[in-house]
């Protein structure tokens, strides 16, 4: 009888081992963010209504159907008159840029925001395992990434990757990258570094779809430190639930809606193609159909696919619904949305059935920081933690858009609750947000153009100013 006791007790206790041993191994693949750095540039590099018109002023390739088109861009973009711009723009040379324009941009971020969060977290230079940079714009020799080990005398051994021309989704894709070594390392601290230099990249031509980019994109950047240490569980802010990567570069008309290019004077900027919101709809579609089932309870997959169903049978799906169809509040409580423009704001809002409330730190981002490029996430949850939404067990879901065309998300778990942190880039400001009024002033100075005749019209010595 002892015999057989000790048979099965065996097999048991093995069992009850190898059970604790997956529990105990995935603990240590875990990806948790320690902290976060939004930069912020210095007010001298502010945009305000006036230094814009004396930009537009300056470009001596534009006519009256230009500025026409310009007024009402930037007048519908949603951004306001606090966003920053590199210093080549205050300089008057955003026509002949230099190598050496876009390394200093890219170094007064690094200078500023890397060394703040390293203060701030303890953590040593040496002790960064992993470092992921993604700065799309701009390709160096030695590369941006060896920079910043030089300059942090890093370790010999750090894991490096050094990301190109991956768009504003490249945010995620580096946390991807992250969490790909972190499940074949334990024990390692990565440091994730995004912006997008700007001083290179100005469009200097009178193509539409080209001019559109000069006015949504501003300077900015973030930094995220990141572990799978079990022993900093505790101080971390957020912990990585799931990350789904959607790519439909295979799409001729998908691939060509975002493209860096020179128009027909050889002029280099960044096309920007009418098709581009189809082309964010289709991707945005396929990524929520594989990151649904994960964020979702049962009960809601179950009910979307009986409403799916018994409207089929009855084809009496409403005329042109885009929508989603899922209620998305019941698995996730805050959505951190990409600012691509307050038109992809609208969008994702009406796709996803979003409240006012829901979108708000999206809409107060574009409207203070514009359109920052990859590093634009990391600011709308910047927001949510210093208007003291993030609760213990919220989940946040993150959507971002690049070209390619691209659409990434992934949902955070904050780990405890958070009111803003010492270095939040909206400390300072929080309690004037949300404004009144997104409106901004540029309808009211430069209205007057609307009403202009092309037959007639000719640039005065006191044009825009």
């Known amino acids: 009888m002892g015999l057989f006791f000790y048979l099965y007790l065996l ?4 069992l009850m081992f190898k059970i604790w041993k997956w529990v105990d191994e995935k603990r240590d693949k875990e ?10 540039p210095t007010d001298d590099r502010m945009v305000s209504t006036d230094f814009a018109g004396q930009v537009i002023k300056r470009t001596k390739n534009l006519g009256l159907n ?29 026509d002949n840029p230099t190598l050496q324009d876009g390394i200093d941009e890219m170094e007064e971020f690094f200078e500023d925001s890397i060394a703040k969060i390293l203060d701030r977290s303890g953590i040593s230079p040496k002790e960064i395992d992993i470092l992921v940079v993604n700065i799309s714009m701009i390709a160096i020799m030695p590369s941006l990434s060896s ?49 997008e230099s700007l001083s290179p990249n100005w469009y200097s031509g009178n193509d539409r779809s080209m001019i559109l980019a000069n006015c949504l994109f501003r300077s900015g950047g973030a930094v995220i430190l990141l572990s799978n240490k079990r022993s900093l569980e505790r101080n971390a802010l957020f912990k990585l ?46 990524n929520l159909r594989v990151i649904s089932p994960m964020i979702l309870p049962i009960r809601e997959l179950l009910r979307y696919a009986l409403v799916t169903f018994v409207r089929k049978m009855s084809n009496n ?26 038109a992809v704001i609208d969008g994702i809002g009406f796709s996803l059935d979003l409240t006012e409330y829901d979108l708000e730190p999206a809409r107060m981002t574009l409207h203070r920081f514009g359109n920052t490029s990859a590093a634009s996430l990391w600011y709308v949850l910047a927001y949510m933690e210093a208007k003291k939404r993030l609760k213990k067990g919220d989940r946040v879901l993150m959507i971002s858009f690049g070209a390619g065309f691209k659409c990434n998300s992934c949902v955070w778990e904050v780990v405890r609750d958070l009111d803003g942190n010492v270095g939040n880039v909206w400390k300072d400001i929080i309690d004037s947000y949300p404004p009144q009024s997104l409106a901004n002033p540029y309808l009211e100075k430069y209205g007057w153009i609307q009403n202009e005749d092309i037959s007639t019209f000719k640039v005065p010595e006191n044009y825009l100013n």
């Open 11 to 14: 097999p048991s206790l093995y």
């Open 241 to 286: 639930k799931c990350l789904v990567r959607t790519h439909h570069g295979a799409r001729d008309d998908s691939y060509g809606c975002c493209v860096q290019t020179e128009d027909e004077q050889g002029r280099p900027g960044i096309h920007l193609g009418k098709n581009l919101p189809k082309a964010a709809t289709r991707a945005f579609v396929d």
């Open 147 to 195: 920079r910043i080990i030089n300059r942090y005398k890093m370790r010999k051994d750090i894991k490096v990757f050094n990301l190109t021309g991956m768009g504003c989704s490249a945010s995620l894709i580096s946390v991807d990258i992250v969490r790909s070594v972190f499940k074949t390392y334990k024990n390692m601290n990565a440091m994730v570094v995004t912006s």
């Open 66 to 94: 230009e500025y026409k088109f310009l007024l009402k861009a930037i007048v519908s973009s949603g951004i306001g008159e606090q966003t920053y711009s590199p210093r080549i723009m205050f300089a008057g040379r955003e």
């Open 31 to 40: 990806c948790y963010i320690l902290d976060y750095q939004c930069y912020k």
């Open 317 to 342: 799906t409403p005329k042109g619904e885009k929508k989603a169809g899922v209620n998305f509040r019941t698995g996730v409580d805050h959505f951190c949305i990409h600012t691509g423009g307050k």
